[in-house]
């Protein structure tokens, strides 16, 4: 059982928006701003694609946000296009053990 | 460019030891911690512990794998390493090494490396 409760699917379709919840408690996602998002293709290794909840690294566009309210994080895919479909994990700064935690993973699907 | 390059598939037996190798460049290997992350065939993601690449080299692990894990640096060949030991057939997974530049900010991943256990 992961630390960070994510739902396991989500779809939308192609030119729409989908919305992934990651939930903590204040001990983690509530207690610091430090919640990451990554994506994983199949047989891939996860990119990062959100830090600091809602920061964009170079390159991701910006159709990908992130925002948090108490201890749930989010993140926002807009414009859905078919390279998004993808697993998506949550991960949070959890203080000292462990220190860093992770969501079970939303399997995105673009319709 | 950063890269992370892991070194290759392992199978192994049950109670053997695995030892998975990370090799850093296109940075300054002591600047960042260095974290391993594994992922069980099908199943998310798992964070198993970090190294100070630094002089330091402090390291944290998940409760989970104490005293099986150890994670070490070789920092002249800008290397970090991370073994298993008393393995198992439920530590079949991918094993990934990542970059922290700041915060669980792991902007990048090496490859993966699958180890197997089985008899």
């Known amino acids: 059982q992961s630390a960070l409760t994510q739902p396991p699917s989500a779809s939308g379709s192609s030119g729409q928006s989908v919305t992934i919840s990651c939930t903590g408690t204040?001990?983690?996602?509530?207690?610091?701003?430090?919640v990451s998002w990554f994506q994983q293709h199949p047989g891939k290794a996860p990119k990062l694609m959100i830090y600091?909840?809602?920061k964009r690294p170079s390159g991701v566009p910006d159709r990908f946000s992130g925002s948090k309210s108490g201890n749930t994080a989010s993140l926002t895919v807009s414009g859905l296009q078919a390279e998004d479909e993808a697993d998506y994990y949550c991960?949070?700064?959890?203080?000292?053990?462990?220190?860093?935690?992770f969501g079970g993973g939303t399997k995105v699907t673009v319709l | 460019q950063v890269q992370l390059v892991q070194s290759g598939a392992e199978v192994k037996k049950p109670g053997a030891s695995v030892k998975v190798s990370c090799k850093a460049s296109?940075?300054?290997?002591?600047?960042?911690?260095i974290h391993w992350v594994r992922q069980a065939p099908g199943q998310g993601l798992e964070w198993m512990g970090w190294i100070n690449t630094n002089s330091g080299g402090g390291t944290k692990y998940a409760q989970k794998f104490q005293g099986r894990v150890t994670v070490t640096r070789e920092r002249s060949i800008s290397t970090a390493y991370m073994e298993l030991t008393g393995l198992r057939s439920d530590d079949t997974a991918v094993y990934y090494c990542?970059?922290?530049?700041?915060?669980?900010?792991?902007?990048?991943w090496g490859q993966g490396t699958l180890v197997t256990v089985s008899s």
């Open positions: 990542a970059r922290d530049v700041n915060m669980i900010q792991f902007d990048s």
């Open positions: 600091e909840v809602s």
């Open positions: 204040s001990s983690d996602v509530g207690g610091y701003n430090y």
């Open positions: 991960s949070s700064y959890a203080g000292n053990n462990p220190p860093v935690v």
């Open positions: 296109g940075y300054t290997f002591s600047d960042y911690y």
